[in-house]
């Protein structure tokens, strides 16, 4: 158990629709990332937050956006959803916002759009 | 685009026998990760080697990391149906200021 936890652990929804992914990080990590993994494209880096604030970005959509909240806990908004949107998404923690050890997954939200 | 490319993609063994699985990257690193995935699961951290080391051992786990090629290795001795899962590269930028950059990984199959 990496003490990250994710919900929901599984997700099915339509075309168009709009979804909310969330995530608690290890108690005491201040950092978030969000990782969206799909057949294709592998493990894809999508955002960071540290201490609620904007870490990092990567290849993260503009239907996408992601919030981290005082308590740390943060969530993954994905909007219009379209069938490629369909993946898993992954959590990860680590302890500060520069962090160059390892990181802590979570289970994963395994997204399904129909 | 990913920055660590593994290989083989897809590796099957009989229990007993040795993996080797190789990355390559293409930039500067500060170190390099692998992580073990379990199907549908969340990823593991299996063992860190920085950029001035060139060997580490973990248990029945040995890591290589050659610079000058930007590639690494993992080998997994002695292996075990348990070790069925794949297997994954991540590298640390050398500035050390961006997150994580996964390979496709290496799909290890072990056969009892």
């Known amino acids: 158990d990496s003490g990250v936890t994710q919900t929901p652990k599984h997700l099915i929804t339509a075309t168009g629709q709009r979804v909310t992914l969330r995530c608690s990080p290890r108690?005491?990590?201040?950092?978030v990332y969000w990782y969206q993994q799909s057949l294709d494209q592998g493990l894809q880096f999508l955002i960071q937050y540290y201490n609620g604030e904007e870490r990092a970005k990567g290849n993260i959509l503009e239907r996408f956006s992601a919030q981290q909240f005082p308590d740390l806990h943060s969530e993954l908004n994905l909007s219009s959803l379209e069938l490629g949107d369909s993946a898993l998404y992954f959590c990860?923690?680590?302890?500060?916002?520069?962090?160059?050890?390892?990181?802590?997954f979570g289970e994963g939200s395994r997204l399904t759009v129909l | 685009s990913q920055q660590g490319e593994e290989d083989p993609q897809a590796l099957s063994i009989q229990e007993g026998e040795n993996a080797t699985m190789n990355c390559s990257y293409k930039?500067?690193?500060?170190?390099l990760q692998w992580y073990r995935q379990n199907s549908g699961r969340g990823l593991v951290h299996l063992i860190l080697i920085r950029s001035n080391e060139r060997e580490k051992h973990s248990g029945r786990l040995r890591v290589t990391l050659d610079t000058s090629k930007k590639s690494s290795s993992l080998l997994i001795t002695a292996s075990r149906a348990a070790d069925t899962a794949s297997y994954f590269c991540?590298?640390?930028?050398?500035?050390?200021?961006?997150?994580?950059?996964f390979g496709k990984g290496t799909r290890l199959s072990v056969i009892a």
């Open positions: 991540a590298t640390v930028s050398i500035s050390g200021n961006t997150p994580l950059v």
């Open positions: 930039t500067s690193i500060n170190n």
């Open positions: 108690s005491g990590d201040l950092s």
């Open positions: 990860a923690s680590s302890p500060g916002g520069g962090d160059t050890g390892e990181l802590f």
